[in-house]
């Protein structure tokens, strides 16, 4: 059974950079043909796509946040990470990770984490 | 790119059945899959239908999906609705470089 759990600070300054971590348990970031995709949701509101890594390091991004955004994967320590720069207020999410065997199919989600963007 | 527009909130009565729309703002819905997730409060969302109209394991046969090329739209059917079933519902789909998009949600109160 594969779980995913995010992890990283819970408040962010404006104008810093939100780094968020995807620990990967019962499976690995490169083994089998996976996407490994952020998601958020701003409070009350609806699901935004971030982006994605592919197993292959292939990233695709969320044209709004593409200029600020990279996802990372880390085969050693099973980890894919969500690094978002120049953050504002407009940032302020639940962050969720999420795995699929296809670029638009999430079958695996984590908890999500609270990121507050504030001074 | 194009947008996919849901009601913001639905209500029915236990027992009946609800149809909850997502309507593709231009481009065929029938050019990319659709998918649905359920999302209780606190909850992460978890897949109800997938690929316009497939279930996964576990997923009650009183859930369906349709997509309809006249009106441009899918559609996420529960029937035999209960309050189990009250929960945000999200169509979803994407592009040609499989960029994802969701819809704004919808609301579903069972009362």
């Known amino acids: 059974q594969v779980l995913l759990q995010e992890s990283g600070p819970g408040l962010v300054k404006p104008s810093e950079t939100l780094s968020l971590t995807c620990t990967v348990s019962?499976?690995?970031?490169?083994?089998?043909?996976?996407?490994w995709t952020w998601i958020r949701q701003p409070p009350g509101k609806g699901l935004e796509w971030i982006g994605y890594l592919y197993y292959s390091g292939r990233t695709n991004y969320n044209p709004s946040l593409e200029s600020r955004v990279t996802i990372s994967g880390d085969t050693s320590t099973k980890q894919v990470s969500l690094r978002l720069n120049s953050v504002t207020a407009a940032d302020t999410a639940v962050y969720f990770c999420?795995?699929?065997?296809?670029?638009?199919?999430?079958?695996?989600w984590g908890q999500g984490i609270l990121v507050s963007v504030s001074s | 790119n194009f947008i996919l527009t849901q009601p913001h909130s639905v209500s029915e009565s236990p027992g009946t059945t609800v149809t909850i729309s997502c309507t593709r703002s231009s481009g065929s819905i029938a050019s990319n899959y659709v998918q649905w997730y359920q999302q209780r409060p606190g909850s992460s969302p978890t897949t109800v239908i997938f690929?316009?109209?497939?279930?996964p394991s576990g997923v009650p046969d009183r859930v369906s999906g349709v997509i309809d090329i006249s009106s441009n739209s899918a559609s996420l059917i529960i029937s035999g609705l209960s309050t189990e079933d009250e929960a945000d519902y999200y169509c979803?789909?994407?592009?040609?470089?499989?960029?994802?998009?969701f819809g704004g949600g919808t609301k579903l109160t069972v009362l």
């Open positions: 019962g499976g690995s970031v490169s083994s089998g043909s996976y996407y």
């Open positions: 999420a795995r699929g065997e296809i670029a638009y199919l999430f079958n695996h």
């Open positions: 979803q789909s994407y592009d040609g470089s499989n960029r994802v998009i």
């Open positions: 690929e316009n109209n497939q279930r």
